[in-house]
C-alpha cells in the first residue's frame, strides 16, 4: 500500500513537473519575439471631421477655413505644423497631435487648442 501511494505521489509530481515546463516554455517563447513595432505614420488613419474629439476642438483640415468671428484669437499663420502638440517633420502633409493618439491631423489644419511651438 505504502508503494502505491508513494508511486502515485511520484506520478502526480512528475505530472505537475511537465506542466510547468511546458508553461516555461510557453513564456520563453513569447519573450523571445520582438515587440510589434509600432505603425509607420503613413499608415494611421486621418482625423475624421466627424471625430468627437475633432468636433469638440472645432478641427479643420484647413486654417484657412477658421471663422475668425467665432474664434477671435485665430491667426492666420496658426496651423498644425508649428503646434505644439504636433509631431512631425518639416513639410509633412500629415502629422501627429497629441490630442489625437494614433491618427494624423492636417498639417495645414487647426483646433482650438492650438499652441505656438516656441523654435
Ligand atoms: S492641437 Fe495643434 S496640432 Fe493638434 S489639431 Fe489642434 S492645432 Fe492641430
Known amino acids: 500500500m505504502k508503494d502505491l501511494l508513494s508511486r ?25 519575439k520582438p515587440a510589434a513595432a509600432p505603425a509607420p505614420a503613413a499608415a494611421l488613419p486621418h482625423v475624421a471631421a466627424s471625430d468627437p474629439m475633432a468636433l469638440a476642438l472645432a478641427y479643420v483640415e484647413s486654417a484657412k477655413s477658421v471663422d475668425a468671428k467665432k474664434f477671435p484669437n485665430f491667426k492666420p499663420e496658426q496651423k498644425c505644423s508649428n503646434c505644439l502638440q504636433s509631431k512631425g517633420k518639416e513639410g509633412d502633409a500629415w502629422v501627429g497631435c497629441a490630442l489625437f493618439p494614433g491618427k494624423l491631423v492636417n498639417a495645414q489644419g487647426w483646433c482650438k487648442a492650438y499652441v505656438v511651438k516656441k523654435a
Not at 506542466?19 to 516555461?24: H, K, N, S
Open 8 to 32: 502515485r505521489e511520484a506520478l502526480k509530481g512528475l505530472a505537475l513537473g511537465a506542466g510547468t515546463l511546458l508553461v516555461a516554455g510557453a513564456v520563453a517563447a513569447d519573450a523571445a
